[in-house]
């Protein structure tokens, strides 16, 4: 008999530094018709308000291969634009991280010197080991995780061109 174990890894933290307003960066995180550009290329819808919904819809690449309509779901915590949005974030990947259920993301904006922003993305995945090890990049197949989506982000705002699928 073998049983599978995985480490407890409950918050994970991502900064990157984006030579752009906290405006275009919320915007990109915030509206589909930028959201959809980078990283996996996922349209995301938010009703900004508290208690609003968050939904991520696979790309046409994905529907091919088998994945669900709606990829992410969530809710809407806290909303405080440009600079903060708290909000719960559902993977619908597979049956077994589905299980893990919702977990909190938060979203942080700050404002530097020489027009330049850090970003900051923590990801609270108490009970979730299969999603943290999805999003840290670290599972093989699921390409580069929180780090690649925010590398691909930074790269939309400052070249208007992504890295690249």
């Given at each position: 008999?073998?049983?599978?174990?995985?480490?407890?890894?409950?918050?994970?933290?991502?900064?990157?530094?984006?030579?752009a307003?906290?405006?275009?960066?919320?915007?990109?995180?915030?509206?589909?018709?930028?959201?959809?550009?980078?990283?996996?290329?996922?349209?995301?819808?938010?009703?900004?308000?508290?208690?609003?919904?968050?939904r991520?819809?696979?790309?046409?690449?994905?529907?091919?291969?088998g994945?669900?309509?709606?990829?992410?779901r969530?809710?809407?915590?806290?909303?405080?634009?440009?600079?903060?949005l708290?909000q719960?974030?559902?993977?619908?990947?597979?049956?077994?991280?589905?299980?893990?259920g919702?977990?909190?993301?938060?979203?942080?904006?700050?404002?530097?010197?020489?027009?330049?922003?850090?970003?900051?993305?923590?990801?609270?995945?108490?009970?979730?080991?299969?999603?943290?090890?999805?999003?840290?990049?670290?599972?093989p197949?699921?390409g580069?995780?929180?780090?690649?989506?925010?590398?691909?982000?930074?790269?939309?705002?400052?070249?208007?061109?992504?890295?690249?699928?």
């Amino acid at each position: 008999m073998t049983t599978a174990t995985h480490t407890a890894v409950t918050t994970q933290v991502f900064r990157v530094f984006i030579k752009a307003t906290p405006e275009a960066i919320w915007q990109a995180i915030t509206s589909p018709e930028w959201n959809g550009r980078y990283g996996y290329g996922v349209p995301s819808e938010y009703e900004l308000r508290p208690g609003g919904a968050f939904r991520a819809r696979s790309s046409g690449e994905m529907a091919e291969h088998g994945a669900p309509e709606v990829l992410l779901r969530g809710e809407v915590i806290e909303v405080d634009p440009p600079r903060r949005l708290v909000q719960t974030w559902h993977p619908l990947f597979s049956p077994e991280i589905e299980a893990e259920g919702p977990k909190r993301l938060t979203w942080e904006i700050d404002e530097g010197p020489a027009g330049i922003c850090r970003l900051t993305v923590t990801h609270e995945l108490d009970g979730a080991p299969l999603t943290a090890e999805q999003v840290s990049g670290a599972h093989p197949e699921a390409g580069g995780g929180w780090s690649w989506i925010l590398s691909d982000l930074k790269t939309l705002l400052e070249t208007g061109a992504t890295m690249g699928r």
